[in-house]
């Protein structure tokens, strides 16, 4: 079982509707995510009026929201100008095919939506790059984590080792009760307690980016499970198809 000590809430800025990263902030970054008082899911059928209500306090047009579909697996996009508004309000516009989201251009907020998967926040500060990231099991088993950070490398010059990391709310090792078969898709990663086994997306993810160069100062975790602390963030473990989603976003200022 891997043990790793990072920080946690103690950086993060809490507002009644949102909590955000203050390093990021601190950098030249906006990464934040927001609680179950908004639902900001395609299926919210105040999906215009939520949206705007929580990226509008941050500063954040609206109508400038890119997300993509999200199909559990492997693929990353970059995100140029001409993408503004793909997925601000329609999931068939929201680019397609991929679970993460990579841009160089300041001003243009990426965000993916969860109910108990792991959003990854990834800033380069030095190349001015960030990345959004939505790592359920499927995808991570799809090195969506290893895809994105090598991908601002090839493309944009950013090195592991010069990232800021954030892990957002997701279910954890303490709640994500799974079956027999993911011991062979996670060797070595699945926990085993009082005859039940469990998986940490927490600390999978942690020993990919350490083990990728990513420096551990730089990795800070808002420490939240959306199962522990369903009253207070949208868990499908939990509430089933009827779950609502929380959104994560990322933009450079």
Request: one cysteine or more; hydrophobic letters at 40%.
């Given at each position: 079982?891997?043990i790793i000590?990072?920080?946690?809430q103690n950086?993060l800025?809490k507002?009644?509707?949102y909590?955000?990263f203050k390093?990021f902030?601190e950098c030249g970054?906006?990464?934040?995510?927001?609680?179950?008082?908004?639902?900001?899911?395609?299926g919210?059928s105040?999906?215009?009026?939520?949206?705007?209500?929580?990226?509008?306090?941050?500063?954040?047009?609206?109508?400038?929201?890119?997300?993509?579909?999200?199909p559990?697996g492997?693929?990353?996009?970059i995100?140029?100008?001409s993408?503004?508004?793909?997925?601000?309000?329609?999931?068939?516009k929201a680019?397609?095919?991929?679970?993460?989201?990579v841009?160089?251009?300041?001003?243009?907020p990426?965000?993916?939506?969860?109910?108990d998967?792991?959003?990854?926040?990834?800033?380069a500060?030095k190349?001015?790059v960030s990345a959004?990231?939505h790592a359920g099991?499927?995808?991570?088993?799809?090195n969506?984590?290893?895809?994105?950070v090598?991908l601002?490398r090839?493309k944009?010059?950013v090195?592991?080792?010069?990232?800021?990391?954030g892990l957002g709310?997701?279910?954890?090792?303490?709640?994500?009760e799974?079956?027999e078969?993911?011991?062979?898709?996670f060797?070595?990663?699945?926990?085993?307690?009082?005859?039940?086994?469990?998986l940490?997306?927490?600390g999978i993810?942690?020993?990919?980016?350490?083990n990728i160069?990513?420096?551990k100062?730089?990795?800070?975790?808002?420490?939240?499970?959306?199962?522990?602390?369903?009253?207070k963030f949208f868990?499908f473990?939990?509430?089933?198809?009827?779950?609502?989603?929380?959104m994560?976003?990322?933009?450079?200022?």
């Open positions: 079982m891997r000590m990072l920080a946690t950086n800025i507002n009644i509707n909590y955000q390093n902030l970054a906006l990464a934040c995510f927001n609680n179950r008082n908004l639902d900001l899911g395609f919210s105040k999906i215009e009026e939520n949206r705007k209500e929580f990226l509008s306090t941050l500063g954040i047009n609206h109508k400038d929201l890119v997300c993509c579909q999200q559990h492997g693929k990353v996009a995100v140029e100008e993408d503004k508004g793909k997925g601000a309000y329609s999931f068939a680019i397609a095919e991929c679970d993460a989201l841009t160089n251009c300041k001003n243009i990426l965000a993916v939506l969860t109910a998967c792991l959003p990854l926040f990834l800033f500060r190349k001015s959004i990231i099991w499927r995808g991570i088993k799809e969506i984590l290893e895809n994105t090598f601002m090839d944009f010059g090195y592991p080792q010069d990232l800021l990391v709310p997701a279910i954890r090792g303490c709640c994500y799974v079956k078969e993911f011991k062979d898709y060797p070595g990663e699945v926990l085993e307690r009082n005859g039940r086994l469990y940490d997306l927490i993810n942690l020993g990919k980016l350490l160069g990513v420096i100062e730089n990795i800070f975790d808002s420490g939240f499970c959306t199962a522990c602390l369903n009253e868990s473990r939990k509430e089933g198809p009827a779950a609502g989603r929380l994560s976003v990322i933009m450079l200022r």
